[in-house]
Nanobody, 125 residues
Framework: QVQLVESGGGLVQAGGSLRLSCAAS????????MGWFRQAQGKEREFVAA????????YYADFVKGRFTIARDNAKNTLYLQMDSLKPEDTAVYYCAERGLSTVISTRSTDYAYWGQGTQVTVSS
């Protein structure tokens, strides 16, 4: 079992930036995939970005390409999401997740075994 705790959410104006962090309670396997998802009010949870732990292979949803950057610090057991050029439609609760045993990046929330509690991001126009 691993516990994931997100932080860094808040209120920001359109065009601004935020950096989300996700701290893991234990050293995750160096092969694990981790990702960020978000869920806006009244909508389904959607994939944002994912990263392979070794090699740092990254994958992004089309709507965040060029604006968001996922990164990880293996030594600190921490995952990050740098969010730039934020838009009001980015408003959502953002969750980090760990895939568990698989090393394959996935965009499906059902493929992720462990989840944080979420952090609210609100972008005002």
């Amino acid at each position: 079992q691993v516990q994931l705790v997100e932080s860094g959410g808040g209120l920001v104006q359109a065009g601004g930036s935020l950096r989300l962090s996700c701290a893991a309670s234990r050293r995750t396997s160096s092969r694990n995939v981790m990702g960020w998802f978000r869920q806006a009010q009244g909508k389904e949870r959607e994939f944002v970005a994912a990263i392979g732990w070794i090699g740092g292979s990254e994958y992004y949803a089309d709507f965040v390409k060029g604006r968001f950057t996922i990164a990880r610090d293996n030594a600190k057991n921490t995952l990050y999401l740098q969010m730039d050029s934020l838009k009001p439609e980015d408003t959502a609760v953002y969750y980090c997740a760990e895939r568990g045993l698989s090393t394959v990046i996935s965009t499906r929330s059902t493929d992720y075994a462990y989840w944080g509690q979420g952090t609210q991001v609100t972008v005002s126009s």
